[in-house]
């Protein structure tokens, strides 16, 4: 994982807490990934590699015997976890704002990973990515980043809310128990492109109750002079998958083409990918998920819909399909 994927020491000093109340050794797992005990002292301001924070987590889950910490740290979320981010998505008019707002500001707790808020015909998708492959599969940050969505989605709406699908990038575990003792009868779905919720699209347009949107400005004035945005072009990603989408209708489309699309080498291309923790079989793969999703909802064929995703055949889009999603397309449909 490079030097851009970085997370604030609060939540080194979260999952510790929560270690130590499980009888966890918080000293040895400090250890363990290489860090300190002096560090839970730190200002929360200070940032350690993600990749550190990805082991400690495993570490607390192995070390307690909880295969389930990152359900377990998620259902004790406290607001004061995400500082200031947090009161600016308190205090953002809707839902919507506070889910975009949440993305936006993102990069004052952790870089390297991705929030985005797709919105779909009826329903939006609320994701959280690990950037970077090696730890994208990671279960107890997967676990606690659902988890702390559905408790932030209760207190902007309320205390009983849920949503209507769970996903996990990850394969299912052996014990479901604890999942469906936090997320009661909502559907799981494993084996997804990304983690995150699916609800009702128009629950986006709802107030956030108790806002003060005078407030609001004033937080985010804050969060910017504290923690300036990267200077990394944000545009770079969204031009890769512009293109990916207009050359699929083609065929499958190679890193080789995308970049002579872009003005660049292959070579130049993939180093930029790199810097924002991306490959291009990652984007295509996305980009092809996400217009599937789109083209079944208009109700095209599915023979069309595999012409316009690059497939030279329809079981190849039903075999990709079904590794998105768990289900064929005409199931999803």
């Given amino acids: 994982m490079d030097h851009h994927s970085k997370i604030s020491i609060r939540f080194i000093k979260i999952v510790a807490q929560r270690l130590g109340e499980l009888g966890g050794d918080v000293n040895a797992c400090l250890a363990e990934v290489e860090l300190t005990p002096d560090c839970l002292s730190w200002e929360d301001h200070v940032f350690v590699p993600m990749a550190r924070y990805l082991q400690f987590i495993e570490q607390a889950a192995f070390h307690t015997q909880t295969s389930h910490f990152g359900l377990e740290l998620g259902w004790h979320y406290q607001p004061e976890w995400w500082g200031a981010l947090g009161y600016v998505i308190r205090h953002s008019p809707t839902v919507s704002d506070a889910f975009l707002n949440a993305a936006r500001y993102q990069h004052v707790l952790e870089q390297g990973t991705e929030w985005k808020l797709a919105e779909l015909e009826n329903h939006a998708m609320f994701t959280y990515t690990i950037l970077h492959p090696e730890w994208?599969?990671?279960?107890?940050?997967?676990?606690?980043?659902?988890?702390?969505?559905?408790?932030?989605?209760?207190?902007?709406?309320?205390?009983?809310?849920?949503?209507?699908?769970?996903?996990?990038?990850?394969?299912?575990?052996?014990?479901?128990?604890?999942?469906?003792?936090?997320?009661?009868?909502?559907?799981?779905?494993?084996?997804?492109?990304?983690?995150?919720?699916?609800?009702?699209?128009?629950?986006?347009?709802?107030?956030?109750?108790?806002?003060?949107?005078?407030?609001?400005?004033?937080?985010?004035?804050?969060?910017?002079?504290?923690?300036?945005?990267?200077t990394e072009d944000p545009t770079f990603i969204d031009k890769v998958r512009d293109l990916i989408a207009e050359s699929l209708h083609h065929g499958d489309p190679s890193l080789a083409e995308i970049a002579s699309g872009l003005g660049m080498s292959k070579r130049t291309m993939q180093r930029r990918l790199a810097e924002h923790d991306r490959t291009f079989k990652q984007l295509l793969e996305d980009v092809r998920y996400q217009l599937s999703l789109q083209?079944?909802?208009?109700?095209?064929?599915?023979?069309?819909?595999?012409?316009?995703?690059?497939?030279?055949?329809?079981?190849?889009?039903?075999?990709a399909f079904r590794r998105w999603t768990g289900s064929t397309p005409l199931g999803y449909r």
Avoid at 145 to 162: H, K, N
Avoid at 164 to 182: C, G, N, R, T
Avoid at 299 to 311: H, P
């Fill in 136 to 230: 994208s599969h990671c279960r107890q940050d997967n676990d606690l980043a659902v988890t702390l969505l559905m408790r932030v989605m209760r207190g902007l709406l309320d205390p009983t809310w849920t949503p209507i699908e769970v996903h996990f990038i990850y394969s299912p575990p052996a014990d479901l128990a604890p999942y469906h003792q936090v997320f009661n009868d909502t559907r799981l779905r494993f084996n997804q492109p990304g983690s995150g919720i699916l609800f009702d699209r128009h629950i986006l347009q709802r107030p956030v109750a108790g806002a003060d949107i005078n407030l609001l400005p004033i937080l985010q004035r804050y969060l910017e002079e504290l923690y300036p945005p990267s």
């Fill in 295 to 319: 083209y079944l909802k208009k109700g095209i064929s599915l023979i069309d819909i595999s012409f316009l995703l690059g497939y030279s055949e329809l079981s190849a889009f039903h075999r």
